[in-house]
């Protein structure tokens, strides 16, 4: 079997490297093969033979993957001297597919809430109008803060193999992004029967009514794909923030917002009216399984 | 509608009747059948039971609320035109049909066991209940109301409204009904109003 | 003679600047030339958010920046005489997932971010199995910091970027299986600890009180002992050997030591000064080189990390090492690689400590937005040491909020003639491989540190 490597630059513009930590917490066979099926040519925190100017002179990029918020400015963030933009069209103009890895690089995320750099941006703010020659997909943007390891995974391999991807009217993978953060987790008997969580800290109750949870209008896979193999936050117990949405982060993000205790944000497409209707008649059945507690405190101490 | 419906309407209009005026168990089904013209035989085709017909009827009745309550919620007016807008059409249904609302008060509040399997909670007056809870979340999402638990809200709607039904159904205002409708509905817009505004 | 730099893999940049004399370096300086801007974007939020914020500050110690802000929001009710009860449960759970996320940092500075370069210092091709992404160590790494990670994400939901502490406890509810999964993950921690790290027992390892015991190590430490003591690192790096750790945990203790006196930490004397600094929204001076501000305590420079923590918690072993051959890039390297043992085996300890039947949370009686002012401080002991957290706060709203991270103390600019702890260690090395070394043996988060 003759193996091509397709090249990889990764680069990281204004970021907490958040993402490529989430990259080193993938699964780790699948983490192995990435590096044997890929050529990660370079990446500012992980090779060390390879510098930024090789990664200029490099003839043709198979992919770039772009990592943190983009400025036209050099007042307070340039990447070895270069300014972001310059070098990301540089970049750019080499690229056969280009990534915007996490809610910064491709909307701008935290970054952009920094008002005295008015031009933090995402990536394809900046590239979209741009004509690039060798780009065979128009950008693709993983969000998520950070981005899942899995959908990186997922859409490099997938290229590789298949060289185009459904994207959606945000250009994320289509088949990652479709579903909500809602879809699968294991608090969703909680929300059909609207059981609101009693408070932070306990395994039984919903966490969309009081804790803010943006689970049913958020676009991710989360609770399909699983964190770290084992996890997500709202199983867990920690509200979904919305993460992988343009409006990250949006305010008191911990909180439902509601006039006169009804949500002011219904599920994603739900007609107001239908889902208080809804709400109304589910309430009205108190169900003893899911207001009680699924272990009691008793138990642990008769144990 | 088909003509079956049609015929299920009639008959619940002229339970309520029996109902709000003889109460609920002192009204039998020959005693419906009978003002319908009906054998007793035939209204059992329409309806099961007294209680089923009790429950439709229930539903039946919050559904003309609700129905005009939705109305005025799709208007492009404040909320406060909202609150004074569905308190006169509330009170005209008071003088106008005042065996609705007297079955409302004196069946469905008064006798709950006819109605604990099925109809308990919102399940019979939901529809009316989601467009109060409609008009209090446009009302303070446009700051023109104040943020509060929406039960306090929705009874202070309520229990106002239903008040007055209880206060002219036993005949003890001194006006004609609707004289007092700006004024009820001045309270329960005040009662919830922004400080703000 | 000046010599330029930029040094990567240090989470983000920094650039060295040297000036050379006599093949020496005679003056370093290290410039971040990278601001985020941080503190700014926390003003006028609301005050919960901000445990959503303050972890994005950094990907690879997110929740030391979450512990601090939690702790530091939980404060405001103490200064305010009304504090908050929080089980001892929540309290574990959050030290918890702190130390596993050390762990982890520990492991990966280690093989990802030295290891690589001192072993470059060896032309020896044994040393091959170091090399970055082809290496079988480097691969080795990231494997058991995937899995390590994986009992954090149990409590947490996921990692990076959790923010399940709240002021009040924490979000989740472990279950027993829960913790039992977590020991196991940490199991794997010990087993790589002795089977790549150290060919040592860990029980064993850690009752080493000697300078001998170096002797009866193997694997990656005993290759690293030997690279250093060929390329001298035992001899180089040492920088003011001033030592402060302002937060205490289950296994540091707080202090400070200066000339071998340990004397108890008073917060208030922390400072941060930006005189050799930029300035946000102020043209650049001539003397402003960094977006590193410095760190002061009572106007002295301090070194803080792994190494200011084995010291101040008079753990033998590293005292021992640290007798002979100082704050050098071997010591200092060492006593990460040390701390990794102790944190595994104190945190296996604590989650045995968890008392499941406890609350998680208990909601807060007062909201912040009924507080009409107030301010805070908390500090952490994070992977790279001491971060400090202070909030002043308006009915609920942050109206300013300033972090000071381990980095800052260790890698900020001199002031005033007096140099910075990571310059007065890079002062007189005779080459620029060894400058680089010393520069990353503080374990430089450049994201951190200009945040």
């Not at chain 2, 309520?16 to 209204?43: E, R």
């Not at chain 2, 309550?69 to 006169?88: A, G, P, Q, V, Y």
């Not at chain 3, 790549?196 to 001998?212: A, E, K, M, R």
């Not at chain 3, 208990?362 to 202070?390: C, D, N, Q, W």
Request: hydrophobic letters at 35%.
């Amino acid at each position: 079997m003759t193996r091509h490597k397709p090249k990889i630059v990764w680069l990281q513009a204004i970021t907490c490297n958040g993402n490529t930590h989430s990259l080193l917490s993938s699964n780790s066979s699948r983490f192995e093969l990435f590096l044997n099926s890929f050529d990660l040519f370079y990446h500012p925190s992980l090779t060390t033979d390879t510098s930024l100017d090789d990664a200029i002179n490099l003839e043709n990029i198979d992919f770039l993957l772009i990592e943190g918020a983009i400025t036209s400015s050099s007042d307070y963030f340039t990447i070895s001297d270069n300014n972001i933009l310059d070098l990301l069209i540089k970049l750019a103009n080499k690229a056969s597919y280009i990534i915007s890895v996490g809610s910064c690089a491709s909307f701008g995320g935290i970054h952009a809430k920094f008002d005295e750099d008015k031009s933090i941006k995402g990536v394809p703010d900046y590239l979209n109008n741009l004509e690039l020659n060798n780009l065979k997909q128009k950008i693709i943007n993983l969000t998520g803060c950070p981005v899942h390891p899995e959908w990186i995974l997922q859409t490099l391999f997938t290229l590789k193999n298949n060289k185009i991807i459904l994207l959606d009217d945000k250009q994320r993978p289509k088949e990652i992004y479709y579903g909500l953060a809602h879809h699968g987790c294991t608090r969703n008997e909680y929300f059909e029967w609207k059981v609101e969580a009693k408070s932070f800290g306990v395994k039984e109750g919903c966490l969309f009514y009081e804790q803010g949870c943006r689970g049913p209008m958020t676009h991710s896979n989360c609770n399909r794909v699983l964190w770290n193999d084992v996890n997500t936050k709202t199983r867990a117990g920690m509200p979904c923030i919305g993460c992988t949405e343009f409006d990250f982060p949006r305010e008191n993000m911990l909180e439902t917002k509601k006039n006169i205790g009804i949500p002011t944000q219904v599920p994603l497409g739900i007609n107001k009216r239908a889902y208080l209707t809804i709400t109304g008649v589910a309430k009205t059945f108190k169900i003893d399984r899911l207001n009680n507690k699924l272990i009691n405190k008793e138990e642990y101490e008769n144990s | 509608m088909s003509a079956k419906e049609v015929k299920k309407n009639s008959i619940i209009q002229n339970a309520l009747k029996l109902f709000s005026t003889k109460g609920f168990y002192n009204t039998t089904i020959p005693d419906i059948a009978k003002s319908m013209q009906m054998s007793v035989g035939n209204m059992y085709n329409y309806f099961a039971s007294k209680e089923e017909l009790a429950k439709y009827a229930i539903k039946y009745s919050t559904n003309i609320l609700a129905k005009q309550l939705r109305t005025i919620n799709h208007m492009d007016i404040s909320c406060k035109e909202k609150i004074f807008l569905f308190t006169r059409e509330y009170l005209e249904n008071v003088k106008d049909s005042p065996e609705v609302i007297e079955y409302f008060l004196r069946v469905y509040l008064s006798n709950r066991e006819v109605f604990a399997q099925g109809c308990e909670g919102f399940l019979c007056v939901s529809e009316f209940v989601t467009e109060v809870m409609i008009l209090l979340d446009e009302g303070a999402e446009k700051n023109e109301l104040r943020q509060q638990e929406f039960f306090s809200a929705f009874s202070m709607v309520m229990g106002c409204l239903g008040g007055f039904a209880f206060l002219s159904g036993e005949k003890v205002l001194d006006k004609d009904l609707l004289e007092y409708s700006d004024s009820v509905a001045e309270n329960i817009y005040r009662a919830l109003k922004s400080d703000k505004t | 003679m000046k010599t330029v730099d930029i040094i990567e893999r240090i989470e983000g940049e920094a650039k060295l600047v040297c000036s050379w004399e006599n093949s020496r370096i005679s003056d370093a300086r290290i410039e971040f030339l990278n601001f985020r801007g941080f503190e700014y974007i926390l003003k006028d939020k609301p005050a919960l958010d901000t445990l959503i914020y303050t972890p994005r500050i950094c990907g690879i110690c997110g929740q030391a920046h979450l512990k601090a802000t939690v702790e530091a929001l939980e404060n405001i009710y103490t200064n305010i005489n009304e504090p908050l009860e929080v089980t001892n449960k929540a309290k574990l759970l959050r030290e918890i997932g702190l130390n596993i996320e050390i762990i982890d940092s520990h492991i990966k500075w280690f093989y990802m971010f030295i290891m690589p370069d001192i072993a470059k210092l060896s032309s020896d091709i044994k040393y091959e199995k170091y090399k970055a992404i082809k290496g079988s160590q480097w691969l080795n790494a990231s494997k058991i910091t995937s899995e390590i990670i994986k009992s954090l994400a149990i409590i947490g939901g996921q990692w990076p970027h959790t923010s399940y502490m709240v002021p009040g406890g924490v979000m989740s509810d472990p279950t027993l299986l829960d913790l039992t999964s977590m020991q196991n993950y940490l199991d794997q921690a010990v087993i790589f600890f002795e089977n790549s790290l150290t060919g040592v027992d860990i029980i064993d390892y850690l009752s080493f009180d000697n300078i001998d015991s170096l002797e009866k190590l193997d694997y990656a430490l005993k290759d690293f002992k030997n690279i250093s003591f060929e390329n001298e690192l035992e001899k180089i790096g040492k920088s003011y050997d001033s030592h402060i750790v302002l937060a205490s945990s289950s296994l540091f203790e707080s202090a400070k030591i200066k000339t071998k006196n340990k004397h108890k930490i008073d917060i208030n004397k922390v400072k941060e000064e930006n005189i050799n600094s930029f300035k946000v929204n102020s043209t650049k001076k001539d003397n402003e080189y960094t977006w590193s501000k410095t760190a002061l305590y009572n106007n002295e420079f301090y070194e803080t990390g792994p190494l200011s923590r084995a010291l101040v918690s008079n753990r033998s072993f590293i005292k021992s090492i640290h007798k002979e051959y100082k704050d050098s890039v071997f010591t200092r390297v060492f006593a990460r690689m040390d701390e990794f043992a102790h944190l595994l085996i104190k945190t296996k300890d604590l989650i045995s400590k968890i008392d499941i039947s406890q609350e998680s949370y208990i909601k807060p009686k007062y909201s912040y937005s009924e507080i009409e002012h107030a301010s805070s401080i908390s500090t952490v002991e994070a992977a790279r040491g001491s971060l400090y957290h202070k909030i002043i706060m308006e009915k609920g709203i942050i109206k300013s909020y300033d972090v000071i991270t381990p980095t800052v103390w260790n890698l900020g600019p001199g002031i005033n003639a007096k140099l910075g702890v990571a310059q007065k260690a890079i002062i007189g090395v005779d080459s620029l491989e060894k400058a680089q070394i010393i520069l990353r043996s503080f374990d430089v988060c450049s994201v951190c540190t200009t945040h």
